[in-house]
């Protein structure tokens, strides 16, 4: 008997279903607006693949005896990729919310000690149960909210110790959870308080012994570096990233997020599957990205919680061609864990259209994250991962705001979320 439980299902009567199947490649400039969408849908899923997506009626015709999800006429969407969080981490900095209202920048609060210092800290004092249990408690939040897919950077351990066991956890957590997990190893996340002095020292440590020990035990996919004042230098970025290319790690880039700092550029050069926050970067920069086929990932969840940051201008973007996806950021900065707020976000302050940001939180997220053979469109072949949501059409999710409109969430054609 094919049961449910081994990702045999059935999902008929799909009033609105968002496919986003289409060319090869991740989307830009019009194609971003190409849902894929189709009324009146059915899809079948086999052993946790999708094997048919069609006409309800048709589909229904070819899968007799399996277990059946009616959708009543509901909207079906892929699963969202979340391209971009730091999830893993000990504590709170809920404090920190008042300061940030009387007016301190992001640089002010860490000079006194809060911010990714602070988390640090508390990571570093979480025995490894902790640890697991906090972070496996966001992400199954983030699991209900929709969220089937998502990258997870390390960055809080900032040493040997401390990053190999965030990043164990990390993977751990993909082959735990009903979440497919991408970790990237992120020790260039700030200089850890200890080396505060003597910041080269802690390059030299990064590139000699902590990327080593990374690459050796195949813990991450990717490498990420923040380069900003006062976190590295883009030599010092190009060093580590050049690094972590030689242990098989593909670079990601915090890249011009409070400064225009030369991220864009060194993203390019480096060939980095993503440059992520680009609030200002430079046109020169932008354009190098495109020819490089750098990705953008656009954060305006950063925006939102942090003082003194703007929001991306993610039309400028989007005309120079570059294909854009989108993440929550989610860290102790900005502890956002739903991807639908994320897509609101980024209609109402990024100006981008339901459509683009759909696109960008689904298919170029997948694609973001080097997943996208696996996941961010219902296609045939592709995991059976998507959403049924309380609503009829695609626009209530930005609409609706911050509403959570899943009322189920099938990973790899298995109910994992049931709200009905
Ligand atoms: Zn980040």
């Given at each position: 008997?094919?049961?449910?439980?081994?990702?045999?299902?059935?999902?008929?009567?799909?009033?609105?279903?968002?496919?986003?199947?289409?060319?090869?490649?991740?989307?830009?400039?019009?194609?971003?607006?190409?849902?894929?969408?189709?009324?009146?849908?059915?899809?079948?899923?086999?052993?946790?693949?999708?094997?048919?997506?069609?006409?309800?009626?048709?589909?229904?015709?070819?899968?007799?005896?399996?277990?059946?999800?009616?959708?009543?006429?509901?909207?079906?969407?892929?699963?969202?990729?979340?391209?971009?969080?730091?999830?893993?981490?000990?504590?709170?900095?809920?404090?920190?919310?008042?300061?940030?209202?009387?007016?301190?920048?992001?640089a002010e609060i860490a000079r006194e000690?809060?911010?990714?210092?602070?988390?640090?800290?508390?990571?570093?004092?979480?025995?490894?149960?902790?640890?697991?249990?906090?972070?496996?408690?966001?992400?199954?939040?983030?699991?209900?909210?929709?969220?089937?897919?998502?990258?997870?950077?390390?960055?809080?351990?900032?040493?040997?110790?401390?990053?190999?066991?965030?990043?164990?956890?990390?993977?751990?957590?993909?082959?735990?959870?009903?979440?497919?997990?991408?970790?990237?190893?992120?020790?260039?996340?700030?200089?850890?308080?200890?080396?505060?002095?003597?910041?080269?020292?802690?390059?030299?440590?990064?590139?000699?012994?902590?990327?080593?020990?990374?690459?050796?035990?195949?813990?991450?996919?990717?490498?990420?570096?923040?380069?900003?004042?006062?976190?590295?230098?883009?030599?010092?970025?190009?060093?580590?990233?050049?690094?972590?290319?030689?242990?098989?790690?593909?670079?990601?880039?915090?890249?011009?997020?409070?400064?225009?700092?030369?991220?864009?550029?060194?993203?390019?050069?480096?060939?980095?599957?993503?440059?992520?926050?680009?609030?200002?970067?430079?046109?020169?920069?932008?354009?190098?990205?495109?020819?490089?086929?750098?990705?953008?990932?656009?954060?305006?969840?950063?925006?939102?919680?942090?003082?003194?940051?703007?929001?991306?201008?993610?039309?400028?973007?989007?005309?120079?061609?570059?294909?854009?996806?989108?993440?929550?950021?989610?860290?102790?900065?900005?502890?956002?864990?739903?991807?639908?707020?994320?897509?609101?976000?980024?209609?109402?302050?990024?100006?981008?259209?339901?459509?683009?940001?759909l696109c960008a939180a689904t298919i170029?997220?997948?694609?973001?994250?080097g997943l996208e053979q696996e996941v961010?469109?219902?296609?045939?072949?592709?995991?059976?991962?998507?959403?049924?949501?309380?609503?009829?059409?695609?626009?209530?999710?930005?609409?609706?705001?911050?509403?959570?409109?899943?009322?189920?969430?099938?990973?790899?054609?298995?109910?994992?979320?049931?709200?009905?």
């Amino acid at each position: 008997m094919r049961s449910e439980a081994d990702g045999n299902l059935l999902i008929v009567n799909v009033g609105q279903l968002l496919t986003f199947a289409g060319p090869e490649g991740p989307r830009s400039g019009s194609a971003m607006r190409s849902l894929g969408l189709m009324k009146e849908a059915g899809i079948l899923m086999e052993d946790g693949l999708i094997t048919l997506v069609g006409p309800s009626r048709d589909v229904m015709g070819e899968a007799r005896g399996l277990e059946t999800l009616d959708a009543r006429g509901r909207l079906v969407i892929p699963g969202f990729v979340d391209a971009h969080t730091h999830a893993a981490f000990a504590g709170s900095r809920h404090n920190e919310l008042t300061d940030k209202l009387e007016g301190k920048s992001y640089a002010e609060i860490a000079r006194e000690g809060g911010g990714i210092q602070r988390t640090v800290r508390d990571t570093r004092a979480a025995t490894e149960d902790a640890l697991k249990v906090e972070t496996y408690g966001r992400l199954r939040r983030i699991i209900s909210a929709g969220t089937t897919s998502a990258e997870i950077k390390s960055g809080y351990g900032l040493n040997l110790e401390g990053e190999l066991r965030l990043l164990r956890i990390i993977v751990e957590a993909g082959a735990e959870l009903p979440l497919n997990v991408v970790p990237t190893f992120m020790g260039a996340h700030a200089v850890p308080y200890e080396h505060r002095k003597n910041p080269t020292a802690y390059v030299e440590e990064l590139v000699q012994t902590i990327i080593p020990a990374v690459s050796s035990q195949g813990l991450a996919r990717y490498c990420d570096v923040f380069v900003e004042e006062g976190f590295f230098a883009k030599d010092e970025a190009r060093t580590i990233l050049e690094a972590g290319k030689a242990g098989g790690m593909r670079p990601k880039v915090h890249a011009d997020e409070i400064t225009s700092c030369g991220g864009a550029e060194l993203a390019a050069e480096v060939e980095a599957i993503t440059a992520d926050h680009l609030l200002h970067s430079s046109t020169t920069g932008l354009k190098a990205m495109k020819r490089a086929g750098t990705i953008a990932v656009l954060l305006p969840g950063t925006s939102f919680s942090t003082a003194g940051i703007p929001y991306c201008d993610a039309h400028r973007i989007i005309q120079l061609g570059i294909p854009v996806a989108l993440g929550s950021d989610l860290s102790p900065n900005s502890w956002l864990e739903t991807m639908q707020f994320v897509v609101t976000l980024a209609c109402y302050h990024l100006r981008m259209h339901p459509e683009e940001a759909l696109c960008a939180a689904t298919i170029n997220a997948a694609w973001a994250v080097g997943l996208e053979q696996e996941v961010g469109s219902i296609e045939e072949g592709k995991r059976g991962d998507m959403l049924l949501l309380d609503a009829k059409d695609y626009r209530e999710i930005p609409y609706r705001i911050a509403s959570n409109l899943v009322d189920t969430v099938v990973k790899d054609g298995v109910v994992v979320v049931s709200r009905q």
